[in-house]
C-alpha cells in the first residue's frame, strides 16, 4: 500500500516491488535515505542517488566544485562509513553513478569543451572515460576511452559486469566530419574492457536512453532509443539482439527498468505528479508514487535491485 513520504508536501509511495525496493528519494535538495531494517527515511548529507543490488552501498556526486575539485561518496549502509572519492578539477566533472551486478561503481568523467572547431566559445559537455571503484577492494582507477567515436554519452556496466557500454558516432553525412546539424546521423551502443580498449562483437543499434541502468533486473533484456526515433524506447534481447518491443515516451518520461516485463514512467500534468508502472506495450499498471501538489514536482525515487 502507498505510504506517505516524509519531507514532501503530499507524496505517497508503494516502497517494494518484485525486483526492486525503494531504497531512498530526494525532493528539492533534500535527500532521504529509507533504512532497511526499519523502512524509515532519514535525511542524508550527501545527494545519494544509486544504491547497489541489495542495497548495501549508495552513491552520489557532488552536485557543484567543492573547493576547485568535485567528489563522488560512496556510504556502506551495514556502518555507516562514507568513503568521499576525490574527482577531477574543473574542466571534468564526475557524473552518473550506476552499480553492477557484483557491487562495483561506475562513473562517467565529463570534460567541458571550451572551444569548438571553429573556435567560438562552446559549453558541450564531452564524456572521455570512466571511473571504477570496488567499495570491497577499496579500489578505484579512472579509464580513458581514446575511441573518436565516443564522448557522445555516459557509460553503463555491458551485462554482468565485466565491461562497459557507450553510445558512438559511427556514420556522418554532409561532410567528411559532420552532418547537417553538426551531428552524428547514426549512432550505435559499443562496448569496451575494463581497460578502455574496444571488445569485439556486434554493436547495438540505438542510442542510449535516460533508463537508469540500460539493462534489465536479470540482465535478460536491454532498452536503447530506437534507430531513427527520437524518443520510443526498444527492448531487445540481450542474448540475440532480437527487437521484443517498443515503447513510446511522448506522454511521459520512462525513468527505470521495474522488472523485465515492465517500466518505472514519470508523468506530470501540472501540479499533479504520478510515477507508473507500465508494461512494455505501455499499459498502466499500478502507480507507485503520486502527489497533487506542485511542490513534489521534483520528487525521484531511487531503487535497490534485488540480488
Known amino acids: 500500500l502507498p505510504v506517505p513520504l516524509?519531507?514532501?508536501?503530499?507524496?505517497?509511495?508503494?516502497?517494494?516491488?518484485?525486483?526492486?525496493?525503494?531504497?531512498?528519494?530526494?525532493?528539492?535538495?533534500?535527500?532521504?535515505?529509507?533504512?532497511?531494517?526499519?523502512?524509515?527515511?532519514?535525511?542524508?548529507?550527501?545527494?545519494?542517488?544509486?544504491?547497489?543490488?541489495?542495497?548495501?552501498?549508495?552513491?552520489?556526486?557532488?552536485?557543484?566544485?567543492?573547493?576547485?575539485?568535485?567528489?563522488?561518496?560512496?556510504?556502506?549502509?551495514?556502518?555507516?562509513?562514507?568513503?568521499?572519492?576525490?574527482?577531477?578539477?574543473h574542466p571534468r566533472q564526475l557524473w552518473g553513478p550506476v552499480w553492477s551486478p557484483r557491487g562495483?561503481?561506475?562513473?562517467?568523467?565529463?570534460?567541458?569543451?571550451?572551444?569548438?572547431?571553429?573556435?567560438?566559445?562552446?559549453?558541450?559537455?564531452?564524456?572521455?572515460?570512466?571511473?571504477?571503484?570496488?567499495?570491497?577492494?577499496?579500489?578505484?582507477?579512472?579509464?580513458?576511452?581514446?575511441?573518436?567515436?565516443?564522448?557522445?554519452?555516459?557509460y553503463q556496466w555491458d551485462g554482468g559486469g565485466t565491461g562497459v557500454a557507450t553510445e558512438l558516432a559511427i556514420d556522418f553525412a554532409g561532410d567528411e566530419a559532420y552532418g547537417a546539424d553538426g551531428e552524428a546521423d547514426l549512432r550505435v551502443i559499443g562496448r569496451f574492457d575494463l581497460r578502455g580498449r574496444p571488445v569485439e562483437g556486434s554493436p547495438a543499434p540505438g542510442r542510449m536512453s535516460g533508463l537508469d541502468d540500460w539493462y534489465s533486473p536479470s540482465g535478460n533484456r536491454y532498452a536503447v532509443v530506437c534507430p531513427g526515433q527520437s524518443t520510443d524506447v526498444c527492448v531487445h534481447d540481450a542474448g540475440s539482439g532480437a527487437l521484443i518491443a517498443q515503447v513510446d515516451q511522448v506522454a511521459g518520461r520512462l525513468v527505470s527498468w521495474y522488472d523485465d516485463d515492465a517500466f518505472l514512467i514519470r508523468n506530470r500534468a501540472g501540479a499533479a505528479l504520478s510515477i507508473t508502472v507500465v508494461d512494455l506495450l505501455r499499459v498502466p499498471i499500478a502507480d507507485i508514487a503520486r502527489s497533487s501538489d506542485e511542490r513534489d514536482g521534483d520528487l525521484g525515487l531511487f531503487f535497490a535491485r534485488r540480488p
Open 104 to 154: 562495483d561503481l561506475l562513473l562517467t568523467v565529463w570534460e567541458k569543451t571550451d572551444k569548438d572547431e571553429d573556435g567560438d566559445k562552446d559549453d558541450d559537455m564531452v564524456s572521455v572515460g570512466f571511473v571504477v571503484h570496488s567499495p570491497r577492494a577499496g579500489t578505484t582507477r579512472f579509464v580513458r576511452v581514446g575511441d573518436p567515436r565516443a564522448g557522445g554519452s555516459r
Open 6 to 89: 516524509p519531507a514532501t508536501a503530499e507524496a505517497m509511495a508503494v516502497p517494494t516491488g518484485p525486483s526492486a525496493v525503494l531504497a531512498g528519494y530526494r525532493n528539492g535538495k533534500t535527500t532521504l535515505l529509507i533504512d532497511p531494517g526499519t523502512g524509515r527515511p532519514t535525511p542524508a548529507r550527501y545527494p545519494f542517488s544509486a544504491f547497489s543490488p541489495g542495497g548495501r552501498w549508495a552513491a552520489g556526486v557532488s552536485p557543484d566544485y567543492i573547493k576547485g575539485r568535485d567528489y563522488a561518496y560512496v556510504l556502506d549502509r551495514t556502518t555507516g562509513k562514507v568513503r568521499k572519492l576525490p574527482g577531477f578539477e
